[in-house]
Structure formats: structure tokens, C-alpha cells
């Protein structure tokens, strides 16, 4: 029997728990509610979990709650309070203790100036599992024809693990400028693939701008996204998902579809957000530029 149909069926299980635990990180997620969604007998369910993950189902929620309270923190305005209950919980006291105790300062200390250090050191191990479904992107692709697009830019270059203090400027930008995401489209251009060395690393993040009647400080600039044909993969899911997808279009789609990439970066446009919606429903499009 082909094993590999029973793993990729195994595993989606297990997507389903992620997906429902990230829908409901501010409601109680007991064991057996978890096991119910996986089709996992209770018994067995806590240790498959720990085996497949690496930490327990215990931990592994209640670090989603803070991870998603910290990105409240970073990039959105709603109080500490608000945040902690939409997290999970019900005292303020309980959120700055949890918190604290992983990230080393308080909510508020870490709003005012985030700890990006800290941040990747709790978080980094909280990784999505699609390399294990076996995604394949090919239905959610399809060939388009772009035109023009005007955009307002934040160059990011350097380390990675910095962008944060990026993307808080340019959401501040796009604040004082009003020209939130509901009103303008948000693009991620990614000049260097994500595995260079991290001084060399640059993306520009990029809001849509009414032509030439927008103020930019010294740190943005205003330019094109240039139209044309473009292979667009469009799907739901983590930053990593998104990542395995623009992996896919070069590594699976492109040497097998006859097209020549045109000499402008990959990009992509994002279409909702995390912690807005849960990671699994944040919406994006990557987009490869064709000749």
C-alpha cells in the first residue's frame, strides 16, 4: 500500500487541530475538544501531538496566545487589555504574568519597544507543518495580465529577524497618511531570496498610492510595480506557506511550463492579516513576474 496518501491524510488531521486552535485562541481548548476535531482517540492524542510537534498541545496553545497577543502589541492600536483577552485571558494579571515569563518584560514595556530577540527566541519554534501536507499549489494558479501599479515604498535591508521595526514605520506611515489596508493594497517585493546572509537581505514593504498626491518622508520613496503577464498563485495561510509557494512556482511549476521570468522581482500582494484573522486564513497572492 502507497504510504504516502496515509501520511499526507494523517497530517491534514493534525492541520485541522492547528487551524482550529488558531480560530479560537480567546475560548477555553481542552484536550478532548482537540482530540474530537483530529478524529484522535483522547488517549492517545496528547503524546501524537508532543511527537509530531515537539512541545505538548498545552504548550503549544498557550504559546499561540501569546504570539498572537505579541503581534497585537507590535502592529496593531487596541489596549494591552483587549489584546490579553483576546488571547485567552480573562485577568490582566494573568496575560503580563505569561507573558513576562516568556518574553522578559511586560506587554507594555514590549509595545513601546519590542524585543526582537526575545521575540524570535519564543517564537521561532512555533512553526507551521505545510512542508508535511505535501501542498500542491497548481490549482490555486493561474496566468494574468497586471497593469501599472503606483505604490509608496519602505525599503527593509538588513537582518530578517529586524523587519519588525520596518513594518511598524510603515504601518505608522500608512496611519498618519490614511491609507490603511481597506483603502489602499499592501505588496511585499522581495529583492534577495530569504536564505542570504542577513546584512544582504532586502524587501521593500509597499502601500498603493493615488499618483503623485502623497507625501513621503525620508525613509520611503514613491515607485512601479510594473504591469504585464505574471503567474499568481492565490491561497490562504502562514508566511511559511507563502514562502513553500513561491518555492514551488520555481522549483516545480516554472522548469516544467515552457515561461521565461521577466527581469523584476517576485512580489506579493497581501490581502488580509494576521493577527486580524487567524495565521491559517491570512489571504495573499505571490506573484512571478513572465515575459
Known sequence: ??????????????????????????????????????????????????????LSVGRYVQMHRLRRAAFGLA????????????SGYDASEAFSRAFRRELGVSP?????????????????????????????????LTIEDTNDIEVAVLSHRGDPKRIGDSVRRFIAWRRASGLPPSRSR????????PDVEPDDYRVDLC????????????????????????????????????????LWLYQTWLPQSGEEIRDFPPYLERLSFYPDVPQSQAEWRVVLPLR
Open 1 to 54: 500500500m502507497d504510504k504516502q496518501p496515509i501520511e499526507r491524510s494523517y497530517y491534514a488531521r493534525f492541520q485541522r487541530v492547528l487551524a482550529y486552535i488558531e480560530a479560537n485562541l480567546g475560548e477555553p481548548l481542552d484536550v478532548i475538544t482537540l482530540a474530537r476535531v483530529a478524529a484522535f482517540s483522547p488517549f492517545h492524542f496528547q503524546r501524537q501531538f508532543t511527537a509530531t510537534f515537539g
Open 207 to 246: 502601500a498603493e498610492v493615488p499618483a503623485a498626491d502623497v507625501a513621503v518622508d525620508d525613509s520611503m520613496r514613491l515607485s512601479t510595480i510594473p504591469g504585464g503577464r505574471v503567474a499568481v498563485v492565490h491561497h490562504r495561510g502562514s508566511d511559511e506557506e507563502m514562502a513553500a509557494a513561491f
Open 108 to 140: 507594555t514595556a514590549f509595545r513601546n519597544d519590542p524585543d526582537w530577540d526575545s521575540w524570535h527566541a519564543a517564537f521561532d519554534q512555533l512553526q507551521p507543518m505545510g512542508e508535511k501536507t505535501g501542498m500542491d499549489y497548481a490549482q490555486q
Open 186 to 193: 499592501t505588496f511585499n517585493i522581495f529583492h534577495t531570496p
Open 75 to 86: 502592529f496593531r492600536e487596541d489596549s494591552v487589555t483587549d489584546i490579553g483577552l483576546a
